[in-house]
C-alpha cells in the first residue's frame, strides 16, 4: 500500500499542474547536474512511522462457521519530502514549484473515494499535514540525504494501512466443559 499511496499523491500533483516524480532525492541529486532528472519535483518517501494508537486488539476474524487467526493491522504513517529540482529556470521556478506543491495540498489535503476516483481500492483515504521543520532538523535531513539543500516540503501522510491475511483457518468455540 505504501507505493500506491504515494503514487495516487503524485498523480494529484500531475494533475495540478505540475512535473511530478517519485525517487530517491539523495540518488537523485547526483543526476542533476548531469541533466539526468526528468521531472522538476520529485517526492521522496524519508521516513515511516507506526501508528500504534489504531492498533486493533483482535486478532482473529469471522469467516462463514470458522474463524481466521491473524494479527493486527499495521497503521502507518508516511514522511514525504517534496524537492524543487529545476535545473532551467533557476531557484525562483523552484520556489513556484514548492509553492504549488504546498497550495495543492491547501486545496485538498483529505483524499478518499468520493474525491479520488483512482485511490487504492484497499486505502480508505489518505491526509496530509504539512510539517514544520526547524533549520536543525533541515540539517539533518539534508545531511542524511547526503547533499546540498534545495527548495523543499514536508508532509505527513496517515490512514495507510498494510493488513495482510493469512489462510490459517481456525474453529470457533461451541461448547465449553467446566470440571470443578
Given at each position: 500500500m505504501i507505493?500506491?499511496?504515494v503514487?495516487?499523491?503524485r498523480?494529484?500533483l500531475?494533475?495540478?499542474?505540475?512535473?511530478?516524480?517519485?525517487?530517491?532525492?539523495s540518488?537523485i541529486?547526483n543526476?542533476?547536474n548531469?541533466n539526468g532528472?526528468?521531472a522538476?519535483v520529485?517526492?521522496?518517501?524519508i521516513?515511516i512511522e507506526e501508528?500504534?494508537?489504531?492498533?486493533d486488539?483482535?486478532?482473529?476474524?469471522?469467516?462463514?462457521a470458522g474463524?481466521?487467526m491473524?494479527?493486527?493491522?499495521?497503521h502507518l504513517?508516511?514522511t514525504?519530502?517534496?524537492?524543487?529540482?529545476?535545473?532551467?529556470?533557476?531557484?525562483g521556478?523552484s520556489l513556484q514549484?514548492?509553492q504549488?506543491?504546498?497550495?495543492?495540498?491547501?486545496?485538498k489535503h483529505?483524499f478518499d473515494?468520493?474525491n479520488?476516483?483512482?485511490?487504492?481500492a484497499?486505502?480508505?483515504?489518505?491526509?496530509?499535514?504539512?510539517?514544520s521543520?526547524?533549520?536543525q532538523q533541515l540539517?539533518?535531513i539534508?545531511?542524511?540525504l547526503?547533499?546540498k539543500?534545495y527548495?523543499?516540503?514536508?508532509y505527513?501522510?496517515?490512514?495507510?494501512?498494510?493488513?495482510?491475511i493469512?489462510?490459517?483457518?481456525?474453529t470457533?468455540?461451541?461448547?465449553?466443559?467446566l470440571?470443578?
Amino acid at each position: 500500500m505504501i507505493f500506491q499511496a504515494v503514487d495516487i499523491i503524485r498523480q494529484e500533483l500531475i494533475n495540478d499542474g505540475l512535473n511530478a516524480n517519485m525517487g530517491n532525492i539523495s540518488e537523485i541529486i547526483n543526476d542533476i547536474n548531469n541533466n539526468g532528472v526528468n521531472a522538476d519535483v520529485i517526492i521522496s518517501l524519508i521516513n515511516i512511522e507506526e501508528n500504534r494508537i489504531s492498533t486493533d486488539p483482535n486478532n482473529y476474524i469471522r469467516k462463514d462457521a470458522g474463524i481466521i487467526m491473524k494479527n493486527p493491522a499495521v497503521h502507518l504513517y508516511l514522511t514525504l519530502l517534496f524537492t524543487s529540482v529545476r535545473v532551467a529556470g533557476g531557484y525562483g521556478l523552484s520556489l513556484q514549484d514548492i509553492q504549488n506543491v504546498i497550495g495543492s495540498f491547501q486545496k485538498k489535503h483529505v483524499f478518499d473515494h468520493s474525491n479520488t476516483p483512482g485511490l487504492h481500492a484497499n486505502i480508505e483515504k489518505l491526509v496530509l499535514d504539512m510539517v514544520s521543520l526547524n533549520l536543525q532538523q533541515l540539517h539533518e535531513i539534508w545531511s542524511v540525504l547526503g547533499g546540498k539543500y534545495y527548495p523543499s516540503v514536508a508532509y505527513r501522510m496517515r490512514m495507510v494501512t498494510i493488513d495482510t491475511i493469512p489462510e490459517n483457518e481456525g474453529t470457533l468455540v461451541k461448547e465449553v466443559i467446566l470440571n470443578f
